[in-house]
């Protein structure tokens, strides 16, 4: 079963992989980019200080901070324990994709869909409550994560797994900031 899956995997990501316009190239080599998205969190930042007073905000920033840190120790920690070989990197289908970058670490899990995600989802949860249009933020992630199967880095699972990741880590620490707020921030 396993090893169909991975099949499955890899015939997805060769299929979605080649979809891929070269006229587009240059728009997904940008949205793969973190620096790219610098405004956006720079933006979530503000909206944090604007919606919750200062006693607020700044605990909920430096939940986001640690909720990233936490999940680049965990993509890190997978990938080496998995290895995993990029698309781009493995022998075996790199000449049938199209490869915009070539990375040298590992693939599984995605840290772009793991981190993405996570941020999204714990500023959604943050918001929530202020905001009613706050779901359009996973655009991002979902740009971002898919710029990674067109670039030629990740396969679907990878994608996929990073998501869950990411969203349950935030979830996790929304409620384990709900328990701490509740007694030491009022």
């Known amino acids: 079963m396993f090893k169909k899956l991975l099949e499955w995997d890899k015939d997805t990501f060769i299929y ?35 919606k919750f007073p200062r006693k607020q905000a700044l605990p909920s920033f430096i939940l986001v901070l640690l909720l990233e840190a936490f999940v680049l120790l965990v993509t890190h920690f997978t990938k080496e324990g998995v290895a995993r070989l990029r698309p781009s990197n493995n022998t075996e289908i790199n000449t049938l ?4 970058q070539s990375p040298t670490d590992y693939s599984f899990f995605s840290g772009h869909a793991a981190s993405s995600f ?27 994560s898919t710029s990674r199967i067109y670039v030629g880095v990740h396969f679907p699972m990878d994608i996929l797994v990073g998501a869950l990741v990411g969203v349950l880590s935030a979830f996790g620490s929304f409620a384990l900031y709900n328990k701490v707020r509740g007694p030491y921030l009022g």
Do not use: H
């Open 16 to 50: 979605l992989n080649n979809l891929g316009i070269e006229s587009y190239d240059a728009f997904w080599s940008i949205i793969t980019r973190t620096a790219t998205w610098i405004p956006l969190f720079l933006f979530f930042i503000f909206l944090l200080f604007l």
């Open 97 to 100: 994709i199209r490869i915009l």
């Open 118 to 144: 996570a941020i999204t989802t714990i500023m959604v949860l943050l918001l929530r409550r202020k905001l009613k249009w706050v779901w359009v933020f996973y655009v991002w992630p979902l740009l971002f």
